[in-house]
């Protein structure tokens, strides 16, 4: 007698079981001389070694597909316990957007044309600079490219980081140690966290440091690797601090480094890092740059307005100050004469 146990962290469980377990009553019956037990997100299986180690080979065919697709129907599912993988080729592979599954079968897909430039890059390079407005999804889809990582068991861990500065206003003294000092810079990576670990599964993550969050001045002197890191944000480092960051990154890890050029709250004389880096590093293999814009607007359809809105008044801007600045090059031309 041999056990084995699966487990489905990787896929929607709903997707695997069917609804009313229709698709694992086809799996018991396909293996009749099996004793299949789910629990969760795990299948246990107990028999002969022959039977167990052919019912783990069909149910990873099974994982596969929903790991690349995230829905498989019943006849689908059907036809490849029935046969070899060759044979249930027919079904035509829906678009492969689903980046993670969340809590209680939520699925969290790439929504628009640049989320899914983001999941491709990912794939292919190890540094990639996401830069474009509020909304667009930039961090949410770099979280989720992360916990697919860590579900996928590429990486070991997950690294998430923000520079801590005040967007505009004067918080002040802030009551608490140190860990409720920094929450409220970093609180938007824990609700996207939220959205896609169960909580208590998220808890165990925080408290063995599977997932850190933490201010990017604590990245100064470590090297990040076996990691997903993402720095979030990244318009508000300085140059030196976002050559620290990516001077950190070890040789079995992934970087994301997201951004809005149009939101830097850095102190009037120091520039943006993330402007020279997004312009030097263009060119290098392993490198990609994702530019978003309004069209990704995940948020509110008023959120697409506001932005045109704004980008349109800084361009007229923008031409005001060109056009004075040619008027007192010309005013000084003229008193010269």
């Known amino acids: 007698m041999t056990e084995a146990i699966i487990n489905l962290e990787t896929v929607n469980p709903i997707e695997f079981f069917g609804i009313n377990n229709s698709k694992f009553e086809i ?3 396909r293996f009749p001389l099996l004793k299949l037990l789910s ?14 180690n052919a019912a783990q080979a069909k149910i990873g065919q099974v994982i596969q597909f929903l790991e690349r697709n995230g829905h498989m129907s019943e006849n689908y599912f059907s036809k490849l316990l029935g046969g070899d993988e060759g044979e249930a080729q027919g079904e035509e592979a829906p678009a492969n957007d689903i980046l993670v599954f969340g809590p209680n079968g939520k699925v969290v897909r790439a929504k628009t044309a640049n989320q899914k430039l983001m999941a491709a890059a990912c794939e292919k390079n190890d540094i990639i600079f996401a830069i474009g407005p509020a909304g667009t999804g930039k961090t949410y889809t770099a979280v989720a490219l992360a916990v697919r990582a860590l579900k996928n068991k590429t990486v070991r861990k997950i690294i998430l980081t923000r520079p801590a500065v005040e967007a505009g206003e004067n918080l002040g003294f802030l009551p608490g140690d140190l860990k409720e000092k920094i929450d409220p810079y970093l609180r938007p990576l824990y609700d996207a966290l939220d959205d896609m670990i169960p909580s208590d599964k998220l808890n165990y993550y925080m408290t063995n440091r599977i997932i850190e969050i933490a201010p990017l001045a604590y990245m100064r002197g470590r090297t990040l690797d076996n ?15 976002i050559k620290m960051f990516l001077t950190r990154i070890g040789p079995s ?19 943006s890092g993330l402007v020279k880096a997004s312009k030097i590093l263009l060119n290098i293999d392993g490198i990609a740059y994702i530019q978003l814009d309004e069209a990704d607007v995940v948020r509110h359809r008023l959120v697409k307005l506001i932005i045109r ?6 361009e007229q801007e923008d031409e005001y100050e060109e056009k004075k600045k040619a008027e007192r090059r010309g005013d000084s031309a003229k008193s010269d004469a």
Do not use: C, H, M, W
């Open 227 to 241: 990691a997903f890191i993402i720095l979030d944000e990244a318009q508000n480092t300085t140059d030196l601090q």
């Open 309 to 314: 809105a704004y980008d349109k008044a800084q």
């Open 39 to 52: 629990r969760g997100t795990q299948i246990k299986i107990s028999g002969q070694p022959d039977e167990v």
């Open 253 to 271: 890890a992934k970087a994301v480094i997201t951004g809005d050029l149009t939101q830097i709250d850095l102190p009037k004389n120091q520039k």
């Open 27 to 29: 799996l018991k019956r």
